[in-house]
């Protein structure tokens, strides 16, 4: 009997991070994958989904507009404990740090279900800031049996929290293999954006600078100061074209389409699926942004990086000196964006090609000691 494993995911970031292991998983001798939309995102998880050609097993189809983490909690924990109640997975596996992966994680431990946490032990040590990440990823880390670590500093964190050494794994991050795979495939393919994307305003002879912004902390003054600072920037370099996908959070396009829609060279697109997102990032001269999974794919193509945040979990992205906390303050963005558009020094010192994160293939990694661990527990051996 193969063994049947759970993927659970809710949100665009989890998607593109569990694709290439669903891709290997499928193909995985003696594992019979089951994978869970949440659907706590719609059409950004549904612009995944395309992106990597996956099928999803069961949608649980729980997003409502503007939903409340407590609303969203409750919907996630009854869909996915009758879901559970119905497969009877050997196994749960959650990614990361969202609403999903935290409750998909405890409706799993309700259950007794053993529990694989991918991208395990970042920590910025503020349960703040992200929030409410910080604490997701925690409260996942002290119930997961199965800990796929990216780094040796994530393994750390949880070996200070109390995690036997025996469950952890470090296995680099699956971001890398996603970010390969779609470039790959990109280069075999010629891949440029069609004449009828809100894309095909980029002119080729200047430069872009590409931005994302949708942190829950930052909402009220921080988007207001991220907003002031792009509308300075537009003002003070006609020349350059500023993109900026907007997340579908309402209160990110709230604040975002108020203050910056009738500004000449600043272009508010929707959210991009994940080839035009990375040809953007190739595209761009530098990118703002205050997610996770950017921090990860912009040193990876050796693109300089602000990062819109005072903190945080992926220490080893600063290390190489292209990676910066500039935080929301108005002027500090303004300083370092500007600084990167004039100084042809700071330029080429931030746009070296550095990845703390691994080789592309996380997934392998990942399917095999998972495999391990399963037949080892079939056969009584240690947890
Ligand atoms: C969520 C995660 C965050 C992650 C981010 C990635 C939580 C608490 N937050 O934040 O960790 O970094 O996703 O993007 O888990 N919406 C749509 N369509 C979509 C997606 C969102 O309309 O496809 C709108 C809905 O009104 C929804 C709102 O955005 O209610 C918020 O979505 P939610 O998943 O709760 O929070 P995010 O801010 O997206
Ligand atoms: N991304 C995307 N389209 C966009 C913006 C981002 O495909 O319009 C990708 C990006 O390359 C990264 C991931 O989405 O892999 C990051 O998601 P997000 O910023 O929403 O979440 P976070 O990583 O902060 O949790």
Redesign the pocket.
Known sequence: MPFKVMMVFG???EA??MAPLARVLRQWPGIELHICSTGQHRE?LR??LD?FELSVDEDLQVMTQGQSLNGLSQQLLINLDATYERLQPDIVLVH???TTSFIAALAAFNRQLPIGHVEAGLRTGNLKA?WP?EANRRLTGVIADLHFAPTAKCEANLLREGVPEANIEITGNT?ID??LWMRSHQEDLHWRPSADSPLAVLDDKRRMVLI?G??RENFGDGFQQICEALAELGQRYPDVQFLY?V?LNPQVQNAVYRLLSDKPNIYLV?????Q???W??GRSYFIL?????????APAIGKPLLVLRDVTERPAVLEGGTVLLVGTDRERIVHHASQLLDDDKVYARMSRVHSPYGDGHASEHIARHLSTWLEAQAAGGPA
């Not at 942004?289 to 794919?297: N, Y």
């Open positions: 949100t665009r970031p593109i991070k950004m612009q995944v992106s990361g740090d969202t992200p990440e971001v996603a970010l994302t949708h942190r996908p997340h929707p959210p991009q699926d994940y035009h997102f990375v953007l990032m942004s205050d997610s996770g999974g950017v921090q990860e794919e």
